[in-house]
């Protein structure tokens, strides 16, 4: 049900640029829509281990990792609409963005930390690296989160509402993370009966 509703997002914006319906900019539109996806799925798997801690439902982490692997995704199709519709796969000029504009220096970076991320969540992969160097790799996932948020304040010159909502709902999920290392008694609930 999840894999389904979180694909319907992009099957909307398919919709949309099909039907001509992405406004007077549909590049920028698409760009900027599959950006903030990627930042919503980043920010809905840093929140499951949260509420599965808080409402003492251990079965929710098997969520983590689809909503995760969804953020690379929509983090995939934010980078393709820049590099196709944006460049037209003119590399040395998406070279010079780079260099030359924060913005897209702090975008490139962020998900790049994401590249690691999606090639080792799978179980082999837990097992091959053990499991505390992997919790180890996979706190990349804030600084990337942060970065997307950066990135996303950087990009928009008047309204930002938006970007600033993102950073918030990071900045809450990091704090989440020092109360729950420093304060786990405030931080985790005892599982259910119908859980044991």
């Given at each position: 049900m999840i894999f389904i509703s979180s694909a319907v997002p992009l099957s909307l914006l398919g919709w949309d640029w099909y039907h001509h319906r992405l406004g007077?900019?549909?590049?920028?539109?698409?760009?900027?829509?599959?950006?903030?996806?990627?930042?919503?799925?980043?920010?809905?798997?840093?929140?499951?281990?949260?509420?599965?801690?808080?409402?003492?439902?251990?079965?929710?982490?098997?969520?983590?990792?689809?909503?995760g692997l969804y953020a690379f995704f929509y983090g995939c199709v934010?980078?393709?609409?820049?590099?196709?519709?944006?460049?037209?796969?003119?590399f040395g000029p998406i070279g010079e963005d780079i260099v030359k504009r924060p913005f897209i220096t702090v975008g490139m970076a962020s998900f790049l930390m994401l590249v690691p991320l999606a090639l080792t969540s799978t179980q082999k992969s837990i097992k091959r690296l053990g499991g505390k160097r992997w919790n180890r790799l996979h706190r990349l996932v804030y600084l990337s989160a942060a970065g997307g948020v950066i990135h996303y304040y950087m990009l928009v010159k008047a309204d930002t509402r938006e970007p600033i909502l993102f950073g918030v709902a990071v900045a809450v999920l990091l704090g989440y993370r020092v109360l729950n290392k420093f304060l786990p008694h405030l931080t985790q609930r005892t599982p259910s009966r119908a859980q044991r």
């Open positions: 007077a900019n549909p590049t920028e539109f698409a760009t900027r829509t599959t950006g903030a996806l990627t930042l919503l799925f980043l920010i809905l798997s840093l929140a499951v281990t949260p509420l599965r801690k808080a409402l003492g439902l251990p079965w929710m982490i098997k969520f983590r990792r689809l909503l934010h980078l393709l609409t820049y590099v196709w519709f944006d460049k037209f796969f003119g």
